[in-house]
């Protein structure tokens, strides 16, 4: 019998239910004025069918997490999209691991899907490992599903991440990332993102950032840089 890694996920998070009334609930909504996944634009069709092109396209976004005391995580996350036809939403569920391995140096592994209700072509399934000390971290995500976003090829993802607070309230945020495809390298691409978030209280943050990815004459305009803003609020 075989088993997909969506339903393996399912399974796993299903076993942790008895454990959710010791956990601690978090969770977050955000407004952006684009939503760009790992440099590429995630608003892209036109009511004619082609590319949009324009910077401004706002996004709606929400999730909440799971965390246990031993490290354990689970959490879904959702956004507004419009790159697959019949679909409008994308759904990611996860949960992973994390923990020290010593003073100021981390760690999390864990498994992430990522689904688009009324299209299955874009469904994603990836395992990821990471590290972290201080404001640095590295992170690597391989797919594990028969298709990477609809590509036609598994692909592997290596990010790496520095967030500091420069002065009171004010982080600054910069992250480069590297998409590399098993079958058409062609289309392997760098992600890049550098801007800064303030912390308004209450839980409420603004943040703007310069965000795109290279390869524009491949992908074209969802891999522009776009000057991009949002606000969200934790709870």
Do not use: C, H
Not at 53 to 82: E, M
């Amino acid at each position: 019998m075989k088993f997909s890694p969506f339903k393996i996920l399912a399974v796993a998070a299903f076993a942790v239910l008895p454990m959710l009334a010791s956990a601690q609930l978090s969770s977050n909504v955000s407004v952006t004025t684009n939503y760009k996944f790992r440099g590429q634009d995630q608003d892209t069709l036109s009511n004619s069918g082609g590319v949009k092109s324009r910077t401004f396209k706002p996004a709606l976004q929400g999730g909440f997490d799971y965390a246990f005391a031993s490290g354990l995580y689970v959490g879904n996350w959702n956004s507004s999209v419009n790159w697959l036809p019949g679909n409008s939403i994308e759904m990611d569920f996860y949960g992973g691991y994390k923990g020290e391995i010593m003073k100021d140096l981390g760690f999390d592994v864990g498994a992430i899907t990522y689904q688009y209700p009324g299209n299955s072509d874009g469904k994603t399934t990836e395992l990821y490992a990471g590290l972290s000390y201080g404001p640095v971290s590295a992170k690597y995500s391989r797919s594990v599903s028969n298709d990477y976003f609809f590509y036609g090829s598994k692909a592997g993802y290596l990010n790496l991440a520095y967030a500091q607070e420069i002065v009171k309230g004010v982080t600054l945020k910069a992250s480069v990332g590297a998409t590399q495809f098993t079958k058409s390298a062609n289309q392997d691409f760098v992600d890049y993102s550098v801007g800064a978030a303030y912390d308004l209280g209450e839980g409420f943050s603004l943040s703007g950032s310069l965000t795109g990815a290279s390869q524009k004459s491949f992908y074209g305009s969802p891999n522009k840089s776009r000057v991009i803003v949002a606000i969200s609020k934790s709870m």
